[in-house]
Each structure stands twice: as structure tokens, then as C-alpha cells.
């Protein structure tokens, strides 16, 4: 049967201005589209099954070989062969490397794509896909709201698309001066709008525009991880991650620092797939909503969002937690109003969560280069000092395998006043200083914003 995908929102009754979908759509269509209708987020109404087999013979494969397993079992029914193996070979040309830390410890290091964050692997094989996708003769409008990684990779990823154009949001001060450089000057069908507000103004901004009937007609949608598009490759890393350290059925334990909950989800969808995950630790920065409701039970999303040096992390209420609740048999709208409790005990079985303070991040990002000079930037050093706070609490002696979600020369003022040494940055980053390009400013009022929309975009391609 093919997997057809339903909206986090259907269940919803007698919510003003929310009409729920009740209906389930293509790959494509959900790619393309975005966000359902009611304002949920769609799901896979099924999700495949892994060999074992398959996924052992990863072993010392290069990482395309992993996204093409993954990629067969969501999208055979709705892509040739042929594209899907054009698609990931074209999109993973860049080292994936697992540096180990001490013995059965290692991290994985997702900062070797053209921007220097894990945000690449998702954002490249969504642009190759959408763009088999787009309607002939049509333009389609991305937009993307970014706490600072996503919208430099989605840019990145998407430039010289024919027919696609991005439209970027970040919040003002909110990112790094090496994000802000980066968003800054992509150029071409790629535009950065630099909003006064938070990322959840930004975030609040595109999903609005989603739902606004007035923008139809400009064919716009996602790349951010509201759209299944992000999260399907984001589930490949894990599997290939755990066939180059485990045998046979062995349990691991995989720590994400965590955000909008997209690169947490790819590991929950690839336990669920048959990966042996024994534990998925979800460790957040002082936007602390997810752990306080694992352990309280009652869910209050943080508003305004906390500015924290892990900036991509800044998000007071996930969008992805409504495809965790979804998951759990729970239900959470867009703004943070829990309908619907997911079994919260099922969820803690599966899941750790823990605050990390910026002192304690800066803490970690120190010990660990003293320990095992290995260095971490702010958001790795939240997802090991995660890992070390559920390790210290459980004594669990598995397999661990930590991501590292950004290279740490995107955050050289950090990383040199805690260590004294400056990171060498990537290939990738090494031309920033020279490439020209500014911002437009954009106030945090969706008016605006929808003016400005009107007045940019186009709609044939």
C-alpha cells in the first residue's frame, strides 16, 4: 500500500477559524504544500520497515547509500528508481564523520556540508526532490523562518533552482555575525529578511502566511521542518550513524540537541523503522517547555523564547512536538494548547529530556576539549552535556552517539574565550569575509510582512 499522509490536526473540534483535515495526501502533495490545511503538520500514515540486513550492510558504504535505503522505503511508489538514486548521490558529495570521544562514545559530526550544519543533509535532498516536483510552468515560493542554520542551508540548497524562489526570516539578534553573513549573502532567487522579534515571531509569520487565503495564488511552502520534506532525510544520519559502531540488534543511545524537534523526530521515525534505539536523549537549551512537561506532565511552552548562545535551539514551543504528540496519541495545535495528552509514560520510557543553562554549555564545550580534545560548539556541547546528565543518572554503559549540529567556527567568539584557540573554519565558510549582501528589515507584524509578500513574489516561473 502507499504511504499517504494525514494532518496532526484532524482530531480538533470547535476550534474558531480551524477547519480540520480529514484527508490524507500524496508525498508530493505534502511536500509541496507544506503545512496541512488546518494549520497541522502532516504525517506518514504508515512507516516502512528496515532489514536488519540492510541496514548492517551500511557498513563502511558512503552516506548516499543510506539515504537511498531510506528514501526507497518512504517514496518508491511516487519516484522512479532513477531519480531517487540521482537525488541522494547528487546530494551527499561531503564526509560524515563519527570522531570517537572514548571508547563506545562518539560524535557525530553533521558540519561538513556546504554551510557547516546538519541542516545540509536535509535541505539538499528536499531541494532535488521539490524540484521533480514543482507544477510545470509554475513558481513556487519558499518560505523559511531560521533561528540561524536552517535558512543558510535551505538557501544554499535551493539557489539557482529554476522556478523556486526563498524567502528567509531570522530574527535580528538572534543569530551569529557568521549566520547573519552567511543569510545575508546568498543572493540570487534567495532573499533574507531580518525580523525585529524572536524566532517565534518569525516562525508565527510564515505559518500565518500559510493559512492566509490571500497568498494562495503565490504557491508557497516550507522548508522548514513544519514540511515532511525536512524530516524524511533527517531520519538517515541515525541508521547509517549506528551501522558504522554497532553489531547485530545492539542498542544504542543517541543524544540530539534540540530545537524545533525535527532532527529528534528523524531519530524517533528511525526506531520506529526497526533501528535499535534504546534511548533518545532530547537535551534543550534554557527553553526548558519539553523536559518541564516530561516531568510534570503539564506542558507550558516558554513565550517570549529565551536568547541562548545555542541560538538555533531558541524555541519556546517546538513545531515538531505535534508530531511527537501525534506519535504518543496526543495532540498539540500551533499554539501550544495541549488537546489531547499523548501517554506521557510510554513517552518517558522512550525519551530523556533535560535543561541545559548557557554556563553549563560553556562549561562542557571547555571539559570536553580538556578531556578528550575533541572540540564542541554550543549546541554539540548542550547535546553531550544531555548525554553526560543521563548517563550520570542511569549508569547506562551503551553505545552513545552524540550529534554535532554546526561547526564550531561558526561561533569563534565562543569557542575562543572558553578554549583560547580559534577553529579552523571549513572550506565551506572560508570565502564569507568577501561575499556581498544585505538583509531587508522586516518588523515582526504579519501586515507587513503580507504586503511585502505581495508586492515580491511571483507566481509564474
Known sequence: ??????????????????????GLVSFKEALLAGQAPDEGLFMPDSIPQLAMRDMLALRDKPYWQAALLVAKAF???????????????????????????????????????PTASFKDFAARMMARLMSHCRPKGERLNILVATSGDTGSAVGEAFKGVEGIDVTILYPAAEVSLMQKKQLDTIGGNVTALCVDGKFDDCQNLVKEAFSDRDLARYNLTSANSINFGRILP????YIYAWAQVAGPDEEVIVSVPSGNFGDALGCEYARRMGLPVAKLVMPTNENDEFPNYLQTGRYAKVSPSRACISNAMNVGHPSNLARFFD??????????????????EEMRRRIFSVSVT????RRTIKSVYERYRVILEPHGAVGWAGLEAYLRRTHDDKTAICLETAHPAKFPEE???????APEPP?????????????????GDFNAFKQYLKSALKVKA
Open 358 to 361: 548557557d554556563d553549563e554549555t
Open 427 to 443: 572550506g565551506s565558510m572560508k570565502d564569507l569575509a568577501s561575499r556581498q549582501g544585505e538583509a531587508i528589515a522586516m518588523k
Open 415 to 421: 569557542i575562543e574565550a572558553a578554549l583560547g584557540v
Open 75 to 113: 517514496l518508491s511508489d511516487e519516484f522512479s528508481p532513477e531519480i531517487l538514486d540521482a537525488v541522494v548521490q547528487d546530494a551527499y558529495t561531503y564526509p560524515v564523520p563519527l570522531e570517537p570521544v572514548y571508547p563506545r562514545a562518539f560524535v557525530l559530526r553533521l558540519d561538513q556540508g
Open 327 to 344: 506519535l504518543y496519541g496526543g495532540t498539540v495545535d500551533r499554539s501550544g494548547i495541549v488537546h489531547r495528552d499523548p501517554d506521557l
Open 234 to 237: 533527517q531520519m538517515v544520519y
Open 1 to 22: 500500500m502507499p504511504i499517504r499522509y494525514y494532518s496532526t490536526n484532524r482530531h480538533l473540534r470547535n476550534l474558531s477559524g480551524i477547519e480540520p483535515f480529514a
